[in-house]
């Protein structure tokens, strides 16, 4: 086991100002097809700040195989800060 | 089930504060004004993920209806704290202000929570498939039986899967007998039967036998999770009639802010200062392009879902536009309209020997030979529950045939190994037989033909249905085939086809589907092996039995999971209802904000009403969206063009 830590920024880039975004569902969808890969123990998203915060085993799941996985959702990603914690 | 409830504590509890602030304003308590008005703060207050929503989009340099609402609530807020004089009417003003704002929050919140809801339900097609595999496996180390959690399986261990349990891996039955209901991956509910060295999908329902299945793909690799992320990630594929909705919304609430400024300003000088309040915020609040920008996306992952629940995966709402012009569809003839195997259609007899014998004859010279034809007559063997006994000796001829001997009985198989004479009446028959695009077998025992076994690549169930359904849309169909003329003239003859072209390289099948797209929208159904050039070159390709391919799911821009082909008009008819809905939303959801900005702007609704309006065409958007999830196959005889 090999945990990090890792923030994203995760935002869509067309949205277009409707109060639909603001639901929860967008959130809660890019939680669930986060949480579906292998080697992820935790995942946050924000859905007020778009900021998604993921634990992984790096030994079991790369980063770039995770932020693959969301932009093919349709989210633009950048990394905010990663670190190892375990 | 237990996030959606608690996304009603707030809602809940906003109309709660709202309405006992509301009510004590009007009693004698003490302090009763003091009372209503925290009260109806406190409610404003709860709506504060609306308030987040607009300032964070606001920090983007986003204009949004959040921000737009904010706004709106803050004004009422204001002008209810500060505007009204300390005279008695003054303070049932500013309650009415108050009240109005905390009114509009609720009817927001509640409108999102809604929304949220049936979004989620739309997605709820996906869910279900999610809650198909199985979390845990019944595995078998060192001899013993021991159920873990499905990511600590190893690959290559055994599963055992007892009958009436899901299936929780990607394998291969190594031992056991039994029939599986794949429906979660084809969308067909009838069982398939698995063998020993069958291949089986995690997430599928084992029924009536035990299997051992030894483990190839577990959790996020296996068939089932890859359907999932890439109905996921589909249903994020625009529609190019989005751009419509989105080049429209893109200047909608710049200009609103405009608007409401010329409102304030026209009202400030006709009437006076709240009179000019009032209606900017009005405005603000039924400038909503919710309607708008969901109308088509919501209907995008409605449609996807639905279509992965009957097994068809559609790649994007591009292709649901492709689909909904269809005007040509041309099928791959091998293994799409016909089972791409040869089997025993017919068995003519001569002399006494009665079928069965033809046939036992035949398999014991064929028993271990691996041409397809063997095989075929093998097949009909087993399926006639005979025992094939070993040969005492046999050659097979490339080209010719066979011959073997089986105890002191000589058997001989194929026209150029039979030497002696074959009677008139054989010879018609074979002839007859070969005209209508099969193979003749004729079988000989000591120098005599016994009979004669008709193998043929037979045509699906349900290719014929699927001809006649796509006849009734007004499709036109057509067969491309590399195979020779006479044997697709009588496979089109069989399912009514419209026309067909055989003798065809695969190059020549990339050419005729370019003819036939000048003035047509074609699609081309193909097994996505052989033919994905000409399956790329059409404007919507289907690949068919895609289940467990993953390249032949990557080729297709359908994928029909399954092999009923029937399939092909569902997905065509839906596309067509579902682009209706979407052209019917963007209409509707234009109308409705003309008409509710146009009463806003001269005062006739209050921001109350403003607010209920944009909520309620937003709502009924997102429900006319979320119900194509509904709509199922029509049997052949409603299907109208």
């Known amino acids: 086991m090999n945990i990090e830590k890792v923030i994203l920024n995760a935002s869509k880039t067309d949205c277009t100002g409707c109060r639909t975004c603001a639901t929860d569902y967008e959130a809660d969808n890019l939680r669930h097809a986060i949480a579906r890969l292998n080697g992820i123990s935790k995942v946050k998203v924000d859905e007020i700040t778009g900021k998604v915060t993921i634990e992984y085993d790096t030994q079991r799941i790369s980063l770039s195989k995770?932020?693959?996985?969301?932009?093919?959702?349709?989210y633009q990603v950048e990394i905010l800060s990663r670190e190892e914690i375990q | 089930?237990?996030?959606?409830?608690?996304?009603?504590?707030?809602?809940?509890?906003?109309?709660?504060?709202?309405?006992?602030?509301?009510?004590?304003?009007?009693?004698?308590?003490?302090?009763?004004?003091?009372?209503?008005?925290?009260?109806?703060?406190?409610?404003?207050?709860?709506?504060?993920?609306?308030?987040?929503?607009?300032?964070?989009?606001?920090?983007?340099?986003?204009?949004?209806?959040?921000?737009?609402?904010?706004?709106?609530?803050?004004?009422?807020?204001?002008?209810?704290?500060?505007?009204?004089?300390?005279?008695?009417?003054?303070?049932?003003?500013?309650?009415?202000?108050?009240?109005?704002?905390?009114?509009?929050?609720?009817?927001?919140?509640?409108?999102?929570?809604?929304?949220?809801y049936i979004i989620h339900r739309t997605r709820g097609a996906l869910e279900k498939l999610i809650n198909m595999s199985p979390t845990t496996a019944r595995i078998r180390r060192d001899g013993v039986e021991v159920e873990m959690p499905i990511d600590e399986v190893k690959i290559g261990e055994i599963v055992l899967v007892k009958p009436g349990d899901k299936i929780p891996v990607d394998g291969t039955v190594i031992s056991g007998h039994s029939t599986v209901n794949q429906a979660t991956i084809t969308g067909e509910s009838i069982p398939t039967e698995k063998i020993v060295g069958d291949h089986t999908f995690a997430g599928t329902l084992n029924e009536h036998g035990a299997l051992e299945i030894e483990v190839e793909k577990i959790a996020e690799d296996t068939t089932l999770a890859h359907l999932i992320q890439l109905v996921e990630e589909a249903q994020e594929k625009?529609?190019?009639?989005?751009?419509?909705?989105?080049?429209?919304?893109?200047?909608?609430?710049?200009?609103?802010?405009?608007?409401?400024?010329?409102?304030?300003?026209?009202?400030?000088?006709?009437?006076?200062?709240?009179?000019?309040?009032?209606?900017?915020?009005?405005?603000?609040?039924?400038?909503?392009?919710?309607?708008?920008?969901?109308?088509?996306?919501?209907?995008?992952?409605?449609?996807?879902?639905?279509?992965?629940?009957?097994?068809?995966?559609?790649?994007g709402g591009t292709h649901i536009e492709k689909l909904k012009d269809v005007k040509l569809v041309a099928f791959d003839k091998t293994g799409t309209l016909t089972v791409g195997e040869p089997r025993v259609v017919e068995i003519k007899t001569f002399g006494n020997y009665s079928e069965a014998d033809t046939i036992k004859y035949a398999a014991i010279a064929e028993k271990f030979s691996e041409h397809p034809l063997s095989k075929a007559i093998i097949a009909k063997a087993t399926g006639m529950s005979m025992k094939i006994p070993d040969p005492t000796d046999f050659k097979t001829i490339p080209g010719h045939g066979v011959d073997a001997h089986y105890g002191n009985k000589h058997i001989l198989i194929g026209t150029k190994m039979i030497e002696t004479e074959i009677s008139e009446e054989a010879n018609q028959l074979m002839s007859m037989v070969e005209s209508e695009g099969k193979t003749a077998i004729p079988i000989a025992l000591d120098e005599h033909v016994i009979g004669i076994v008709v193998v043929a690549d037979t045509v699906r169930e349900n290719s014929l249905e699927a001809?006649?359904?796509?006849?009734?849309?007004?499709?036109?169909?057509?067969?491309?085939?590399?195979?020779?003329?006479?044997?697709?003239?009588?496979?089109?003859?069989?399912?009514?086809?419209?026309?067909?072209?055989?003798?065809?390289?695969?190059?020549?099948?990339?050419?005729?589907?370019?003819?036939?797209?000048?003035?047509?929208?074609?699609?081309?159904?193909?097994?996505?092996?052989?033919?994905?050039?000409?399956?790329?070159?059409?404007?919507?390709?289907?690949?068919?039995?895609?289940a467990g391919s993953d390249v032949a799911v990557e080729t297709a821009d359908v994928a029909l999971l399954g092999d009923d082909l029937t399939k092909v008009e569902y997905a065509i008819s839906l596309s067509r209802k579902a682009f209706n809905r979407m052209k019917g939303n963007i209409v509707y959801a234009f109308i409705w904000n003309v008409v509710a900005l146009s009463l806003a702007a001269f005062g006739i609704l209050n921001p109350v009403l403003a607010v209920v309006l944009a909520e309620a065409g937003c709502i009924s958007v997102v429900i006319n969206s979320a119900l194509l999830l509904l709509s199922k196959p029509k049997p052949l005889a409603k299907i109208k063009g």
Do not use: W
């Not at chain 2, 006076?272 to 209907?299: G, M």
């Not at chain 2, 796509?470 to 069989?494: H, P, V, Y």
């Not at chain 2, 589907?513 to 050039?533: Q, R, T």
């Open chain 2, 238 to 315: 625009k529609a190019p009639i989005q751009n419509v909705a989105d080049r429209f919304t893109t200047y909608f609430l710049p200009i609103m802010a405009v608007l409401a400024s010329v409102v304030f300003a026209a009202s400030y000088f006709t009437f006076d200062f709240e009179v000019a309040l009032a209606r900017t915020v009005t405005v603000l609040l039924v400038a909503c392009p919710c309607a708008l920008s969901i109308a088509v996306p919501v209907a995008v992952a409605a449609t996807i879902g639905n279509a992965s629940m009957n097994g068809i995966i559609i790649k």
């Open chain 1, 66 to 74: 995770i932020t693959e996985r969301i932009e093919k959702l349709g």
């Open chain 2, 1 to 116: 089930m237990r996030e959606h409830v608690k996304g009603l504590i707030p809602v809940i509890s906003l109309g709660l504060f709202a309405l006992a602030g509301a009510l004590i304003s009007g009693t004698q308590v003490t302090y009763a004004h003091e009372i209503s008005i925290t009260l109806t703060l406190i409610a404003v207050a709860i709506g504060y993920h609306i308030y987040l929503h607009g300032i964070r989009s606001l920090r983007h340099g986003n204009v949004t209806a959040q921000l737009f609402a904010t706004i709106a609530i803050f004004i009422s807020v204001v002008a209810g704290l500060v505007l009204p004089s300390a005279s008695a009417t003054g303070t049932a003003e500013a309650v009415g202000y108050l009240t109005a704002a905390a009114i509009v929050a609720f009817i927001i919140l509640a409108g999102m929570t809604l929304e949220d």
């Open chain 2, 467 to 546: 001809i006649q359904r796509l006849k009734r849309l007004g499709i036109k169909t057509a067969m491309i085939t590399g195979d020779n003329m006479r044997t697709a003239k009588s496979i089109a003859e069989q399912i009514g086809i419209d026309e067909y072209h055989a003798e065809l390289l695969p190059e020549q099948k990339v050419a005729i589907i370019g003819e036939m797209k000048k003035g047509n929208v074609v699609a081309m159904v193909g097994d996505g092996v052989n033919d994905a050039p000409a399956l790329a070159n059409a404007d919507v390709g289907f690949v068919m039995g895609a």
